[in-house]
Antibody, heavy 121, light 108 residues
Framework: QEQLVESGGGVVQPGRSLRLSCAAS????????LHWVRQAPGKGLEWVAL????????YYADSAKGRFTISRDNSKNTLYLQVNSLRHEDTAVYYC??????????????WGQGTTVTVSS | DIQMTQSPSTLSASVGDRVTITCRAS??????LAWYQQKPGRAPKLLID???NLRSGVPSRFSGSGSGTEFTLTISSLQPDDFATYYC??????????FGGGTKVEIK
């Protein structure tokens, strides 16, 4: 069964950092590009970042540039999102999701269950 | 940046109704568009890829059409399991992917 499982969320003070993880199983992790997508409470989906299958190409939403870093360890079948200088507006459920094909021109076909980040003092 | 505008934002319908949701892109995106269904407290589920390709396991009452800047998601006969929020997403530009604001389909 193809699966993504996020972890690392929690309650964090403004200005602190956090690293989210996304562990994959049931598919050839190293062959797929992966996204992070977030959803603030009661709001819609917001694309955050995309990382190529080999980790060499990264793409970010404007809201994530400068403070967010997407990375992966293909030997551990794990995707990461480092978030620095956390702000109240970063409060959201963070999902990792798989690109559903060999190129970026596909929808997101496998999603994790999400991990919740709450930025609060 | 490519802006995706969905309409309506909320739709009230009954079981058996034909439902159409529209998604407009601020610039041409060919057919690089996906539709997702999301239920409360759950992750989104991919329904349709490249504007009109139904994903395996998705009921045939769902269909997608369009290209360029205007796209539609149609549910031919609304079922109880279909009450959810639907999102479109463009992936024409992987430098800046984006979602529409969502359409909540409610019970009338």
């Amino acid at each position: 069964q193809e699966q993504l499982v996020e972890s690392g969320g929690g309650v964090v003070q403004p200005g602190r950092s956090l690293r989210l993880s996304c562990a994959a199983s049931g598919f050839a992790f190293r062959r797929y590009a992966l996204h992070w997508v977030r959803q603030a409470p009661g709001k819609g989906l917001e694309w955050v970042a995309l990382l190529s299958y080999d980790g060499k190409s990264e793409y970010y939403a404007d809201s994530a540039k400068g403070r967010f870093t997407i990375s992966r360890d293909n030997s551990k079948n794990t995707l990461y999102l480092q978030v620095n200088s956390l702000r109240h507006e970063d409060t959201a459920v963070y999902y990792c999701a798989r690109v559903g094909g060999a190129t970026y021109h596909h929808g997101m076909d496998v999603w994790g269950q999400g991990t919740t980040v709450t930025v609060s003092s | 940046d490519i802006q995706m505008t969905q309409s309506p934002s909320t739709l009230s319908a009954s079981v058996g109704d034909r439902v159409t949701i529209t998604c407009r892109a601020s610039q041409r995106i060919d057919s690089w568009l996906a539709w997702y269904q999301q239920k409360p407290g759950r992750a989104p589920k991919l329904l349709i890829d490249t504007a009109s390709n139904l994903r395996s396991g998705v009921p045939s009452r769902f269909s997608g059409s369009g290209s360029g800047t205007e796209f539609t998601l149609t549910i031919s006969s609304l079922q109880p399991d279909d009450f959810a929020t639907y999102y479109c997403q463009q992936y024409n530009s992987y430098l800046e992917m984006s979602f529409g604001g969502g359409t909540k389909v409610e019970i009338k």
